[in-house]
């Protein structure tokens, strides 16, 4: 585990290898592709928006986890200015909803979340944080605050909530804007005004299998009930600034099939060609999950790919 100056030159090695570490990471998602004979139960369909954002679909039901297309820019985050919810792009690529899950309230997890329930009627689920963001858009009557492993009925889905804790961020001494979100007012949600609050791992049974998103490295693993989940869908952003992350969740989890997310560039814009995110590595990502688990299959997708069961 490194410590923070080891943080720090592991960032300025990948700074001075980055036309490198890019290529490698982009032949690895090439070769981890996900198989033309792997396949969802019939009538379940699986699509990654990028970040840690999914849609799920199934009998005529569709959720969304951590759903994110505004895209802010890394100078605007920098910069904190306020950047607001794109309607034109979440009716761009959120076609319908029944229900937004939300594992975090980071921007990149929460910030269309309330769009998305303005322009479809959805109900969201999520924490406290959650329920705050959704008073300030004037919509607290779509808000569900969740309990921890209480089972979530949503049509044909059953969701529970389960307590976790965000990867620390700030060299490994700190979560990025921790806390609760407080502000008071829309006009002054910066990006960093998107406090993380409670994090949740979500564990999702739905046509048979056990689906269970994890859009932050970090966990709690005497909070995990689930065993042998059929497919884990992995964030992998911030992983090594948690100790042994990779062998400790598959180790929990029991996974049969690995999907890896938060890999990619989520400052760019979201129709713009995909890149890497700053010093992820898929590629040391793939070695680390065959080194924890040798039988268990990394299944990755192209931001907007859907498979359909």
């Given at each position: 585990m490194l410590g923070p100056l080891g943080h720090v030159g592991a960032g300025l090695a990948y700074l001075a290898t980055q036309g490198r570490r890019q290529a490698s990471d982009a032949v690895t998602a090439t070769q981890l592709a996900w198989p033309s004979d792997t396949h969802l139960?019939?009538?379940?369909?699986?699509?990654?928006?990028?970040?840690?954002?999914?849609?799920?679909?199934?009998?005529?039901?569709?959720?969304?986890?951590?759903?994110?297309?505004?895209?802010?820019?890394?100078?605007?985050?920098?910069?904190?200015?306020?950047?607001?919810?794109?309607?034109?792009?979440?009716?761009?690529?959120?076609?319908?909803?029944?229900?937004?899950?939300?594992?975090?309230?980071?921007?990149?997890?929460?910030?269309?979340?309330?769009?998305?329930?303005?322009?479809?009627?959805?109900?969201?689920?999520?924490?406290?944080?959650?329920?705050?963001?959704?008073?300030?858009?004037?919509?607290?009557?779509?808000?569900?605050?969740?309990?921890?492993?209480?089972?979530?009925?949503?049509?044909?889905?059953r969701v529970r909530f389960v307590p976790s804790v965000h990867s620390k961020l700030v060299l490994g001494l700190a979560i990025q804007d921790a806390g609760e979100l407080t502000c008071e007012h829309v006009e002054d949600l910066t990006p960093s005004a998107y406090r993380c609050g409670q994090v949740w791992g979500l564990a999702i049974e739905v046509a048979g299998i056990t689906l269970y998103h994890q859009g932050s490295a970090d966990l709690l693993e005497d909070e995990i009930r689930d065993r042998h989940v059929d497919v884990?869908?992995?964030?992998?952003?911030?992983?090594?600034?948690?100790?042994?992350?990779?062998?400790r969740i598959c180790a929990a989890l029991g996974p049969a099939m690995i999907v890896p997310t938060h890999y990619d560039d989520f400052f760019r814009p979201y129709d713009a060609p995909s890149r890497m995110s700053f010093n992820v590595n898929l590629t040391g990502f793939a070695e680390e999950v065959h080194r924890a688990t040798r039988e268990v299959p990394i299944c990755a997708l192209t931001v907007g790919q859907e498979i359909r069961g």
């Open positions: 139960p019939p009538g379940l369909s699986l699509k990654w928006l990028g970040t840690a954002g999914f849609r799920l679909a199934y009998q005529g039901v569709v959720v969304w986890i951590d759903p994110y297309v505004t895209r802010v820019p890394l100078a605007d985050v920098l910069l904190r200015r306020v950047v607001p919810s794109s309607a034109a792009e979440v009716a761009k690529h959120v076609d319908r909803a029944d229900a937004v899950l939300v594992g975090h309230t980071h921007f990149d997890h929460a910030m269309d979340v309330p769009t998305i329930a303005r322009a479809t009627g959805a109900m969201t689920y999520g924490s406290a944080s959650l329920a705050t963001l959704m008073r300030l858009h004037g919509l607290a009557a779509q808000a569900t605050v969740v309990e921890a492993h209480r089972s979530y009925e949503i049509g044909p889905f884990f869908l992995c964030g992998i952003a911030g992983r090594r600034f948690t100790p042994r992350y990779i062998e």
